[in-house]
C-alpha cells in the first residue's frame, strides 16, 4: 500500500478540507503532515460549517483514524477550542484521534515572539497568521523545542521554564512590547492536559505498520505550494515544507511509498497575507471574486487577494509536488464573469517567461493572458459533469492540456455534495 497525498497548488485555501472530507471515505487514516493552526480547512454538509485548524479532515467520518504527525506544530489552547467545538457532535477522539509525540508545542510565548517580530518589520511583514508558526519552526530547527511527548516526562516543567525564560529575553529586545504572560500560561497547561488524555504514538511504526496491514492512508496538506519554506516566494512564505516531499519528513513515509498526488487549485487564484502575485487583480474585478467566492480568510477573517488563475505558477507546483490528478476548486464562483482569463506566460522586461522565476518579489512582472468565454449559469444544482455548461468543459480541457495532468473532480460549491467526479 502507498499514502496518497492531497495537497495545495496556491497560495493555500484552495478548498483542502472539504475534498479530504469528500476523499475520507476511500481510506482508513488521515494524516496532518505539516503547518499547524496557521490552517483554516473548512467542512459543509448538512447545512453546518466547520472549520478545523489542527485536526485532520477525517474527523466526520466514523470508522476512520485521523493523525496529527510529526511534522505539525500544536498550539494546546487551540487544539482544545476545536476539540470542544466539536463536542456535540458526539465524536469518540479516543478511538478516532491520534497525536505524535514527535509533534512540536507552540508554546504561549512563541506567539509573543510571532506577534513582535511582525510589529518590528514594519511594512516588510510577513502577514503571519500570529500563531507562533515561524518561531516554533525555529526552536524546532534550533533543537530547544518542546515536543507532545516531553509532556509525559517528569522534568516537563524544567523543560517548559528554560524555553519560556528564553523566549522572555528575546522579547526584552522588543521595545514596548506588553503582555500577560500568566493569563496564557493558565490557559496553555488546560490545553496539555486535554493533549494528556489523548493517545499520543510514534506516529511513523503507526502509520508504517498501518500500511503493511493494508491501510489506506490519506496524507492532508495544509497552506499551499506558493507558502513552502524552500519552493515559495520567499520570505513571504510560511515555516514548513507544504509539498509532497513534506509527507515523508513530516509521517516518516519513505518516498517509494508515495502514491497518487492530489493537487488541489481554484479555478481562479487568491492569497492572503503579503507578498508577490502576479495576476492579483486590484479593481473591480478583484472585488467581484471576493464576493462572491466569500474570499475572506478561515483563520483570521482577512480579505483574500483575488485574481485569474496563473498557469506559470501552477506548473511549478505540479512540478515540485509530482502531481497525478487535479481538482479543480470554485468553479461556480466565475459563473458571474461573460468572459475569463487565463494567464499562460509573465513578461519581465519584455521578455516572455513560462518558467516560474526566483526573484518574482523584485521584479515587475506582467501576466499575458488568454480569454475564454464563460458560462454564465449557475452550476451549483448540477448534479453531474456530464450536464456542465460547454464553456466550463472547454475551460477545464484547457487546462488539463496546458497542465498536462487530468481534473478528475470539479468542486460548484462548498457542500460535500456540491461535487463533480470527472
Ligand atoms: P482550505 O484551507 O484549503 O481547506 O480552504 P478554506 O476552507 O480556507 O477556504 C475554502 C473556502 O471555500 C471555504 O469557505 C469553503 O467552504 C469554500 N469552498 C470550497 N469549495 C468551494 C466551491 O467549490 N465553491 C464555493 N463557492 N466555495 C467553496
Ligand atoms: P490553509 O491550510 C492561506 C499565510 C499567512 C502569511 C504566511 C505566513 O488554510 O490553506 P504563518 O502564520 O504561517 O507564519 O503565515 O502564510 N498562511 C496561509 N494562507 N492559507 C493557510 O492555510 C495559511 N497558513 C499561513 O497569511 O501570509
Ligand atoms: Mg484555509
Given at each position: ?6 495537497l495545495g ?46 485536526i ?23 487544539f ?13 477522539f ?9 509533534a ?7 506567539k ?18 500570529l ?8 526552536d ?30 528575546m ?62 516566494t ?33 479555478a481562479?487564484?487568491?492569497?492572503v ?95 499575458i ?18 450536464d456542465a455548461?460547454i ?30 467526479l470527472?
Open positions: 500500500m502507498k499514502v496518497d497525498v492531497l497548488l496556491q497560495w493555500g485555501d484552495e478548498g483542502k478540507g472539504k475534498i479530504v472530507d469528500v476523499f475520507t471515505p476511500k481510506y482508513d487514516i488521515i494524516a496532518r503532515f505539516q503547518g499547524g493552526p496557521n490552517a483554516g480547512h473548512t467542512l459543509e454538509f448538512e447545512g453546518i460549517k466547520h472549520v478545523l485548524h489542527t485532520p479532515s477525517g474527523i466526520f467520518r466514523e470508522n476512520v483514524l485521523n493523525l496529527v504527525g510529526n511534522g505539525v506544530v500544536i498550539d494546546p489552547i487551540i482544545k477550542g476545536e476539540l470542544d467545538k466539536l463536542a456535540p457532535f458526539n465524536i469518540d479516543k478511538k478516532r484521534l491520534f497525536i505524535s509525540k514527535k512540536h508545542l507552540i508554546l504561549p510565548t512563541h509573543l515572539i510571532d506577534a513582535a517580530s511582525e510589529i518590528s518589520k514594519g511594512k516588510n511583514k510577513i502577514g503571519s497568521t500563531k507562533g508558526i515561524g518561531p516554533t519552526y525555529m524546532k530547527t534550533g533543537r530547544n523545542g518542546l515536543r507532545v511527548g516531553d509532556i509525559f516526562s517528569p522534568n516537563f516543567k524544567e523543560k517548559y521554564q528554560t524555553l519560556i525564560d528564553k523566549h522572555i529575553g522579547l526584552s529586545h522588543y521595545e514596548e512590547f506588553n503582555y500577560d504572560l500568566p493569563a496564557l500560561e493558565k490557559e496553555w497547561m488546560a490545553g496539555i492536559d486535554v493533549l494528556k488524555s489523548l493517545d499520543a504514538v510514534d506516529s511513523e511504526h503507526f502509520l508504517n505498520k498501518a500500511l503493511l496491514a493494508g491501510k489506506k492512508i490519506l496524507a492532508e496538506g495544509a497552506q499551499g505550494t506558493m507558502l513552502d519554506i524552500d519552493f515559495g520567499y520570505p513571504f512564505v510560511t515555516s514548513s515544507n507544504t509539498v509532497t516531499a513534506g509527507t515523508c519528513t513530516g509521517l516518516g513515509i519513505a518516498p517509494n511509498k508515495i502514491g497518487n498526488v492530489i493537487g488541489i487549485f481554484k481562479y487564484c487568491t492569497r497575507g503579503s507578498g508577490p502575485f502576479p495576476t492579483e487583480l486590484l479593481d473591480e474585478v478583484g472585488e467581484s471574486i471576493r464576493q462572491e467566492g466569500r474570499e475572506f480568510g478561515s483563520t483570521t477573517g482577512r480579505p483574500r487577494r483575488c485574481g485569474w488563475v496563473d498557469l506559470v505558477q501552477l506548473k511549478y507546483a505540479i512540478m515540485i509536488n509530482g502531481v497525478t490528478e487535479l481538482s479543480m476548486m470554485k468553479a461556480d464562483v466565475l459563473s458571474i464573469f461573460d468572459t475569463i482569463k487565463i494567464c499562460t506566460h509573465y513578461e519581465i522586461d519584455g521578455e516572455k517567461i513560462s518558467d516560474f522565476p526566483y526573484d518574482v518579489n523584485d521584479l515587475d512582472v506582467k501576466p493572458y488568454i480569454e475564454m468565454d464563460g458560462w454564465k449559469k449557475d452550476l451549483t444544482a448540477l448534479g453531474q459533469y456530464n455548461p464553456e466550463l468543459k472547454n475551460y477545464v480541457e484547457y487546462l488539463e492540456k496546458e497542465l498536462n495532468v487530468p481534473i478528475s473532480l470539479v468542486s460548484v460549491g462548498p457542500d460535500r455534495k456540491q461535487t463533480l470527472k
